[in-house]
DNA sequence: GCAGCGAAAATATCT
DNA sequence: TTTTCGCTGC
């Protein structure tokens, strides 16, 4: 019989005891509250700039102080981004304890959990993570197989169907709601539709295939049936600390509740005024719905705003009353005077650009960095014409969001070469991989798949029958891979390998601009320096793909810090002295999309309400009067519906005028607004 | 069963 | 403008 002994129970933390930082004096009586809150659940609703990550930082900071191992904090955020920026910010505060608290994204952290605990749910532990477009191409596979692209009526594309599994997987709703609810023109197509998602599921089971709503909703399934898992995972969760709650949707909502389950600590941070994602799902519904989840919730606001001008925060004030729902929000700052935001009618698209770079090279010679200064706008194309403009006068910047550098096709040609030498299971990349081989197509690559996933030795693809017209290629892809897997070859001598071996195939399939392209093959064979093994390049690849950012402007300046591009998505949760919202069209910002529904108008409302309250001390809004359009010629624009009337006192109107010799464009702040012709086709087609 | 061609459709925000 | 679909000829 063994004998037991009790341990003492852990001292509760003390509030008094020898802290470092002067937590009152260094934070306001809210923010205080907040941050040196005890154990149980804690709400803490925070508008715009009002020190929210500060009071988290610190909350991180306090808790370690009193007592609190680093490991035992788990500290959920939306981006990669957020929770280096986070930790090293407690990091500075405090010391090197915080690096241990672990942070990230949802998917990140129940990756972590399921790459350990996967086989509970019926998968392998090496299951491959798909993205997007990869979930897309299994569906279409499917798709094909069983012949629903050729019924007579029109059958919804691979994306759709995507988009749309996403879309009741992240909402947990059932097809048939989604479906009425955003194409309910394909309701007649119900039963095969779902009888693909059927399908779909059941393949990524049986290829051990994990897409991104996988991830989470595996997650939830893993500890909602396998108690010990739960106990585990939960009981290593001793403070979860949940940032930008206001944008979680229904599984990652339920993920806090199970991650919060052993010890009831939980810290969530969030603005309903700033949700931004109801279009993935996200559900405003839970934050205000947090104390009943929590019972004993302890709630803190945070009102008074540090980051911007009164002006700045006028306009946005007015701005989001304008919401057909209404939040209760009035920020106030001590910083009462200010330049007025202005809001620049722009000829056209070349004289928005030119004013943005007259304007930035000049607030830069007064003082200011570029990477105190961003340049937001509602999608990534947005700021193309910008782009060029930027190049030509070799301002450096770097752009958040748009594009992917991995989601371009020759990037995921050579990442599923990868992913095939990691694992000999992956199906969806040994399918592209063979069909980049002239010859192989849909069919023969599905039996070619067949014989690998049944083979001994895979990787010498020496399997029957092949026609010589390809035999050839398929023996060089066979050593490419073999080579690639010998043990003694580094990471970048692998990549070599590959892009000669894929050198010829990009000519081929991209002959149009595969110069174009090989430049990003270049860059990508520098970001994998930095990689210890496959294994961690294709995870890191997977969960955080890489911003297409300027990298042929940045060797000119290497020594400045660059200006900021990015979607205002990207550029939730950060600040800048100075914003420029470029391209506010109606039809762009609110997006020609959004305006089905009121709902969806709102959210392109938040949008606004965020751009505008990321700025610190000037803030300009800009939109060209005319744009060119092909087909329609140029046609004129109408700005967006949420700046019509809002006051000339707090957004002032400017015009920009030629300077008058060679110099380039430089501005004045005349007295009327050149307003856009009266039209009244609020669509923004062009007429 | 594959490649190539012309027509038609979709077109964003992110993990 | 770019991607996807369906058809045709090899």
Redesign the pocket.
């Known amino acids: 019989m063994a004998r037991r002994f009790v341990l003492k129970k852990e001292p509760a933390p003390v509030a008094s005891s020898n802290l470092t930082i002067d937590y009152a004096g260094e934070l306001n009586e809210q923010q205080h509250a907040a941050a040196t809150a005890g154990p149980g659940p804690v709400l803490i609703v925070a508008g715009a700039g009002t020190g929210k990550t500060r009071t988290l930082v610190y909350r991180v900071a306090y808790l370690i102080e009193t007592g609190a191992r680093p490991e035992e904090i788990l500290l959920l955020t ?4 957020a929770a280096r920026e986070m930790l090293g910010r407690a990091s500075l505060l405090l010391d090197g304890r915080c690096e241990r608290v672990r942070g990230g ?4 952290f129940c990756l972590q959990i399921l790459r350990r605990y996967a086989e509970s749910v019926g998968y392998p532990k090496s299951f491959t993570i798909l ?3 990869d979930a ?1 191409d299994v569906i ?1 596979l499917l798709r094909s197989e069983r012949g629903l ?3 007579k009526k ?7 169907l995507q ?1 749309l599994y ?1 879309a009741a997987a992240n909402r947990g709703l059932d097809l048939a709601d989604v479906l009425e609810q955003t194409y309910p023109q394909f309701l007649i197509h119900l039963d095969e539709i779902d009888d693909l998602a059927r399908a779909f599921a059941e393949y990524k089971r049986r290829h051990g295939l994990v897409d ?2 996988d991830l989470l909703a595996l997650t939830v399934e893993l500890l909602e049936t396998d108690e010990a898992v739960r106990k585990k995972v939960a009981g290593a969760c001793r403070w979860v600390l949940v940032d930008e709650y206001q944008d979680t949707n229904r599984l990652q909502a339920r993920l806090v509740e199970l991650f919060a389950s052993e010890h009831g600590n939980v810290t969530a941070v969030g603005d309903d005024a700033q949700s ?2 109801r ?2 799902g996200a559900d405003v519904g839970n934050i205000l719905a947090f104390p009943d989840t929590f019972p004993g919730t302890r709630l803190f606001k945070l009102e008074q705003n540090y980051r911007s001008t009164q002006p700045i925060l006028d306009l946005a004030n007015f701005v989001l009353q304008r919401a057909k729902r209404k939040y209760e929000k009035h920020l106030y700052t001590e910083k009462t005077t200010g330049e007025k935001p202005g809001l620049i009618a722009a000829p056209d698209d070349r004289w928005q650009s030119r004013f943005v770079c007259d304007m930035l090279l000049q607030l830069r010679e007064e003082g200011t960095t570029l990477n105190q200064m961003a340049v937001l706008f ?4 947005n700021s193309y014409d910008l782009e060029v403009e930027l190049d030509r006068r070799r301002i450096p910047f770097v752009k ?5 550098l991995t989601e371009a ?1 020759h990037i995921k040609d050579v990442v599923a070469h990868l992913r095939v030498a990691e694992n000999p299971l992956d199906v969806v990349a040994w399918n592209r991989v063979l ?1 980049l ?9 599905q ?1 070619l798949v067949e014989w690998v996933l049944a083979a001994e030795q895979p990787y010498t693809l020496a399997a029957p029958a092949v026609s010589p017209r390809f035999a050839a290629r398929l023996r060089q892809l066979g050593e490419l891979l073999q080579r690639m897997r010998a043990d003694d070859i580094p990471l970048p001598a692998q990549v070599e390998l590959l892009l000669q071996y894929y050198q010829p195939t990009l000519e081929q399939v991209y002959f149009e601009d595969h110069p174009k392209r090989a430049q990003d093959l270049e860059s990508f064979a520098g970001i994998v320096e930095g990689h210890r093994s496959r294994a961690a390049l294709l995870e890191s690849l997977a ?3 890489i911003d297409l950012t300027a990298t042929d402007v940045e060797g000119t300046h290497k020594d400045e810090a660059p200006l900021i591009l ?5 550029a939730k949760g950060l600040e800048f002295d100075t914003v420029f919202l470029i391209q506010a069209l109606d039809g762009i910002l609110p ?1 020609q ?2 305006a089905k529904s009121d709902e ?1 108008l709102d ?2 409302l938040r ?1 606004l309400y965020v751009a505008l309250t990321r700025a610190e001390r000037n803030l300009f809004v800009s939109y060209p009067t005319v744009q060119y359009r ?2 329609a010629g140029d046609f004129f624009t109408n700005p967006s519906r949420f700046l019509a009337d809002v006051p000339e006192r707090l957004l002032e109107p400017w015009t920009l005028a030629e300077e008058d010799e060679a110099e380039p464009a430089q501005l004045e702040a005349p007295a009327r607004p050149q307003l856009p012709p009266a039209r009244d086709t609020s669509d923004g087609l062009p007429f």
């Open positions: 939306f981006t990669r981004r994204t949802f998917h990140a993205d997007a477009s897309a279409d692209h050729r019924s029109r059958f919804p594309k691979k994306r759709t988009n996403s991104y709503d931004i994602y279009f993935r509602r999608s990534g194309y958040y969001g748009g594009l992917k096709a069909k081989i002239e010859g192989i197509g849909p069919r023969t690559a039996d969960l955080d793909p990015s979607t205002i998505h990207s997006s999309y959004a969806e959210e392109e949008l092909r087909r």
